[in-house]
């Protein structure tokens, strides 16, 4: 795919790996739809990359919210023709620890949200002449298990099935789905359980880069899964 003008959007656009693929699809001339809770740090974002960038407030685990933005937003004549489902949440807890609440949050924002719009967004898809893609941001916790990660990790392998059924389905009409588990990123999202990050994570403009080269591959190509870890997972020693 050729990304200049083409159109995007992208969840968990305000912060971390969202934002930098974000910013990668501005700098390649996409527009972008980022779409996150926060409307005021869209706006900031917006305030950085510009009029291609346009800030999108939607809880995404807002079933009716997201479709209706869909039908809003986009027609039979102006489709996208890339999404990125980013958003998601996580933390570390043994099981009974886990409330009820964290337990449906998890599967909420990790998985349910990925039908929500993406079931939206495919007959848009499937109408148009040009291929599409939807890549899906799952975890390398979508391939192996780890202690206190039950919500994190059965939302992430379920990405990983979603993923996997939806490239079967959607590949005969010309759109391309690829399901990209990385290791630890370099990015807020593993505070709340003292997890802070480190150089030796991998960088979200790095991945960033990696999703624009899978998006970029020639039309009959398709590389539908991906595990990226960094090589030394260890924090530096100071
Ligand atoms: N960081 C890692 O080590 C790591 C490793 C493997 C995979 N991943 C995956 O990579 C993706 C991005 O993670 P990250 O590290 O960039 O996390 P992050 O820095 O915490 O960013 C998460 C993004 O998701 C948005 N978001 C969360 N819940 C949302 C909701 N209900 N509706 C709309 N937007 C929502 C947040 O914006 P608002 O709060 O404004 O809504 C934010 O923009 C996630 O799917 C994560 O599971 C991360």
Redesign the pocket.
């Known amino acids: 795919m050729v990304l200049d003008r083409k159109i995007a959007i992208v ?10 693929i974000a910013s990668a699809l501005v700098h390649k001339g996409c527009t972008v739809y980022g ?4 409307g005021q ?2 706006s900031q974002v917006q305030n950085e990359l510009g009029e291609l960038f346009k800030p999108i407030s ?5 079933c009716k919210a997201v479709q209706s933005w869909v039908v809003e937003t986009f027609s039979e004549d102006y489709g996208p023709d890339i999404l990125i ?6 933390f570390f807890k043994s099981v009974d620890k886990t409330s009820l609440e964290e337990w449906h949050d998890a599967m ?3 998985l349910n ?1 990925l039908y929500y719009i993406t079931s939206a967004i495919t007959p848009l898809m499937k109408a148009r002449s040009t291929s599409c893609h939807i890549i899906n ?5 979508g391939h192996i298990g780890r202690s206190e990660a039950t919500a ?1 990790c059965a939302s ?1 392998f379920g990405v990983r099935g979603f993923s996997e059924a939806l490239y079967i389905e959607l590949r005969p009409y010309n759109i391309k789905v690829t399901c990209l ?10 505070e709340s359980s003292g ?1 802070f ?1 480190h150089d030796n ?2 960088h ?1 403009e790095d991945l960033a880069n990696t999703v624009v080269h899978v998006l970029e591959t020639p039309d009959n190509m398709l590389i539908n899964e991906l595990i990226i870890r960094p090589l030394n997972p260890k924090p530096p020693t100071k």
């Open positions: 969840t968990g656009a305000s912060k971390g790996l969202g934002r930098a779409l996150a809770r926060n740090v869209l939607l809880d995404m685990t807002d489902n980013n958003a998601g949440l996580g909420n924002t990790n949200a941001i799952g975890s390398i916790l994190y992430k588990n990385p290791g630890s990123i370099e990015t807020d999202f593993f997890i990050p994570m991998l979200p």
